[in-house]
């Protein structure tokens, strides 16, 4: 494996072979090996698999976790050489960003609601960093995990608004077996905090098979079943367009309820399609 710290090598690596990108922010566990799994099979034999280890600052918004944010440097580079991959490329923050950046990559429609509304500058910050990553990388195609449901209809439409020539796949989410969603911020949850965050799933799997129910009364069962962890603060619950992420009336093929909802310090976010 091939470990890339300047935006000069990774730039300088030969580009003869499939190149299948997996961009993450570290701190890997099981979802990440997911993901490049499958970015091992969408390379093909004689293809290269790289992985992006990059703590984003600007999509964290001011007063968040960026500072506390796991870095295990070692362990992540351990996992990606037993994982298989064949390039990491793990650039500062200072070479990513000179200091008088000033041009961004947004996305100004779907970034608006959700995530974006709770998260300013979010999307601004992840479409820059992908966006980046995709012109220093070249891939020929890039893995997504729907964990991040919005984050990955956004990246889909700078895709095609931007005209990329990068095939995005997408990998439904892994979870734990009590049901949680995987993500690296499950570690900063204590364990009353950590048990009772399996309710998220509980919900999601009750409205699963919503039906054409109405929106809201899907809306009002989710949060009444995530309710029942008293540790639970809900930040929202919605049923939306899978395309568009707009809210719609009913639920039903095509919509997808996304929440997210805060243990202690520790907000989460997960999804589900509804059918
Ligand atoms: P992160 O390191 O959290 O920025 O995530 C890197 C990539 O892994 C993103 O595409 C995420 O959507 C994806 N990912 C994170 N957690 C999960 C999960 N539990 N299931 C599927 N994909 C995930």
Same mark, same amino acid.
């Given at each position: 494996?091939?470990? @890339? ?12 072979? !499939? ?14 090996? *997911?993901? $490049?799994?499958? =970015? ?9 698999? =790289? ?8 999509q964290?918004?001011?007063?968040? %976790?960026?500072?506390r ?9 351990? &996992?990606?050489r ?5 390039? #990491?490329?793990?650039?500062s923050?200072? *070479? ?9 990559? *947004? ?22 960093? /992908?966006?980046?990553?995709?012109? +220093? ?11 991040? &449901? ?15 020539d990068? %095939? ?28 009772? =965050?399996?309710?998220?799933?509980? =919900? ?5 098979n ?6 809201? %009364?899907? $809306?009002? #069962?989710?949060?009444? +079943?995530?309710?029942e962890?008293? @540790?639970? !603060?809900? %930040?929202?619950? *919605? ?5 568009? @992420? ?9 919509? /997808? ?19």
């Amino acid at each position: 494996m091939k470990i @890339l710290i300047t935006i000069a090598e990774a730039q300088n690596q030969p580009r003869a072979k !499939r190149r299948v990108l997996v961009p993450t922010m570290g701190a890997l566990h099981k979802a990440h090996g *997911e993901l $490049i799994r499958v =970015a091992r099979e969408a390379a093909g034999k004689h293809g290269e698999v =790289a992985v992006s280890i990059f703590v984003n600052p600007l999509q964290f918004e001011p007063g968040s %976790d960026y500072k506390r944010y796991p870095r295990p440097e070692k362990a992540d580079e351990e &996992f990606c050489r037993n994982a298989g991959v064949d390039l #990491l490329f793990r650039p500062s923050a200072e *070479e990513v960003y000179p200091h008088d950046r000033s041009t961004f990559v *947004e996305e100004t429609s779907l970034s608006s609601t959700l995530e974006g509304k709770s998260r300013p500058g979010h999307f601004r910050g992840v479409c820059t960093v /992908v966006a980046k990553l995709f012109n +220093i990388l070249a891939p020929d195609a890039a893995v997504f995990g729907e964990k991040d &449901f919005q984050q990955l209809a956004i990246i889909r439409r700078m895709v095609r608004d931007l005209n990329f020539d990068i %095939d995005i796949i997408a990998v439904p989410t892994i979870r734990d077996e009590d049901g949680l969603a995987c993500s690296s911020r499950n570690q900063y949850l204590n364990s009353e905090e950590r048990k009772q =965050a399996a309710i998220l799933y509980k =919900a999601l799997l009750a409205v699963k098979n919503a039906g054409k129910k109405p929106a809201n %009364d899907v $809306i009002a #069962l989710a949060q009444k +079943i995530i309710n029942e962890a008293h @540790l639970a !603060r809900i %930040d929202y619950v *919605e049923v939306v367009d899978a395309e568009t @992420l707009k809210r719609v009336q009913s639920a039903g093929p095509n919509t /997808v309820l996304l929440l997210a909802v805060s243990f202690g310090k520790t907000r989460l976010i997960d999804n589900i399609r509804l059918a």
